[in-house]
């Protein structure tokens, strides 16, 4: 979605959104770091981890398939790979991150393109664009995850509260799952394999750091509080998302052109 994307990670047993991340494009090392790692390293091993068919998850898979022998119940196989629909527990909970911030951002993005009011044949324009959006879902999907965390779950109870009633992970030492970079090495002596590094949505067209930091202390002087642009979409007025990607591109081009 315009230089967004989205990765969460789901406890089979309780529901509980337990890792997540959002990212320009989705990116091996990133999943690992951000949700994979963060998720064992706070909450053991899984006896199982299930993802679709990406290429995106080979990281996860390998590091998971690595460290097997730390995990509590090992006649299942380490991690296995479905198609999507079949992913039943995380893909019930896209219909929710959709609704509360996916389809209203993307309405207000279209809208714009269609109006011609942005060109996203425009490499900066689409860096603009992808960097405020990273911004406000990150914003959004920390508000989705806490909300659904805490909600009761007919039947069964609320996530957060079935996590604690059963020790289904195993320890694991932290040292052996290394930072992003070192595990990506891991793999590549192993597999024979190299893995992209993360990558911005369009070439960042910053030539400096201070120039990068002078437009974003702009945008925020503008806009100090962004969660208010997720809710005016979600209140269908897109015009103040509409015209804070306008600013941010006009500001970059503004700092380019000096």
Not at 40 to 56: I, P, T
Not at 61 to 73: A, I, T
Request: charge should be negative.
């Amino acid at each position: 979605m315009f230089g967004v994307t989205h990765v969460i990670a789901v406890d089979g047993y309780s529901g509980k959104i337990v890792g997540y991340t959002s990212m320009p494009v989705k990116n091996n090392i990133t999943i690992y770091e951000d949700v994979y790692r963060s998720a064992v390293l706070k909450y053991g091993m899984w006896d199982q981890m299930r993802v679709d068919h990406g290429k995106e998850f080979f990281l996860c898979l390998y590091m998971q398939e690595k460290n097997e022998q730390y995990r509590n119940r090992r006649e299942y196989q380490p991690y296995c790979q479905t198609t999507s629909i079949k992913n039943h527990r995380v893909e019930r909970l896209w219909v929710e991150i959709n609704n509360r911030l996916n389809f209203p951002i993307k309405r207000a993005i279209v809208q714009s393109v269609n109006e011609n009011r942005i060109d996203l044949d425009d490499d900066i324009v689409k860096y603009c664009v992808s960097s405020l959006l990273l911004n406000l879902c990150r914003i959004g999907l920390k508000t989705v995850v806490e909300s659904w965390n805490v909600h009761p779950i007919p039947g069964k109870g609320k996530p957060n509260e079935l996590a604690l009633l059963k020790a289904h992970t195993g320890d694991i030492p932290p040292e052996l799952l290394p930072s992003g970079g070192d595990a990506a090495d891991s793999y590549m002596n192993d597999i024979g394999s190299n893995l992209k590094l993360p990558r911005d949505f369009a070439p960042n067209p910053f030539q400096t750091e201070d120039d990068m930091l002078e437009c974003e202390n702009t945008l925020t002087m503008r806009y100090p509080n962004l969660q208010l642009l997720i809710s005016a979409c979600l209140n269908n007025n897109d015009k103040p998302l509409q015209d804070a990607v306008e600013y941010i591109i006009q500001i970059t081009k503004n700092i380019l052109s000096r």
